[in-house]
């Protein structure tokens, strides 16, 4: 079968080459990236050098290798401070993940504040990360769990979300970015309404964000901001919590143990300054230090072009997929969304599309995206998810479309 193209699809990037996983298995289509990214050679490349290096314990010798580890995971987190538009470094704490961000904000502010009969909103699109912790601090605290609908297209219904901000509203988290959707957030907006009608605090998941287009935390206006730095170039196990200082200050410790403390006596015990007091314990530091890669090599491309080859590559998937018969693509269009494609097969599930994708050298996601409260309003047990990334082409736009088209075959897809 001859795959129609789309004439006016150029993306210039080209930098398959720079990924070694990729390299060895050239006929592999990897459009997975909004679970977890490929990591370029630059970031091996420093882990690498981390452990030849200047391995020692951060923070904790009084040798030359132990400085020069304090040293690799400082400018870590200066660089990744910079990349994400932080001019305080030190109110970019390490955490393993967007998951542990979320947490310690629920598990530190959160636990602090929190009041019975207060209220704490969330969106009907978020990720579990971003949903459970503040269901289960509601249900401790005897606080009311709201969440925002969304509006046919998957965006948030702003009329909703206003109707629920009042002056028992605590906090109110969202995501930056949709992972099951793609659906760009209007955080402005959302910040706006937040403000004009509450004194909560705001909370930014911005685990599909900060890999795919330029952030600013210090313009974006949330009072605390989550990433994954996985799903942006870097290594498993760490990313970051970015807060406003004066909320970090205020703020109890998450963890307690080693490195986050000032004294400890045997009635009390002190805590460190910012970022230390929410590091307990031997840091990630090589982890970081190839973060800080990863987002040198994104700083090379480019963001603004990062975004622009997406919605090339976007764009062209969604016109290819919602010429197949039986697909439905959930979601707004193109234009406002970022590098993420979720749709369903009349007569294939989700599952078993994806298995046989797989056959083809094609990984996509099948399931729920730990998104169920998004699914049971789509009214669909999963959806099927590809999402693009730097590395992708339009090669991998034909596999999708020629593996659905196998899987059509396979299930004997009779039109309605
Ligand atoms: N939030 C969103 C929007 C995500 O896509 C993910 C991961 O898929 C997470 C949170 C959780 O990120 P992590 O597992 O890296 O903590």
Known sequence: MKLRRDSAFRPDLRVRADFPLLVNNPDLHYLDSAATSQKPKVVLDALRDFYETANANPHRGAYSLSVRATEYYHLARVRIAQFLGVRDSDCLIFTRGTTEGVNLVAGSWGEANVLRGDEIVVTAMDHHANFVPWQILAMKKGAKFRICELTPDGRIDLGHFSGLLNDRTKIVAFNHVSNALGTINPIAEIIRLVREKTDAITVCDGAQSAPHFPVSFDSLGVDFYAFSGHKMLGPMGIGGLIGKREMLEEMPPYQTGGDMIEFVYDDRTTWNVLPHKFEAGTPNAANAVGLAAAVEYLDRIGMDRVLSHERALMSAAQKRLAAIE???????????????????????????????????????????????????????????????????????????????????????????
């Open 326 to 416: 039986g697909l439905r693509i959930y979601g707004p269009p193109a234009s406002e969304r970022s590098g993420v494609v979720s749709f369903t097969m009349t007569d294939v599930h989700p599952h078993d599309l994806a298995t046989i994708l797989d056959g083809e050298g094609v990984c996509i996601r099948a399931g729920h995206h730990c998104a169920q409260p998004l699914m049971r309003r789509l009214d669909v047990p999963a959806t099927a998810r590809a999402s693009f990334y730097v590395y992708n082409d339009e090669s991998d736009i034909d596999a999708l479309v020629s593996g659905i088209m196998k899987a059509r075959e396979i299930f004997g897809y009779v039109p309605a």
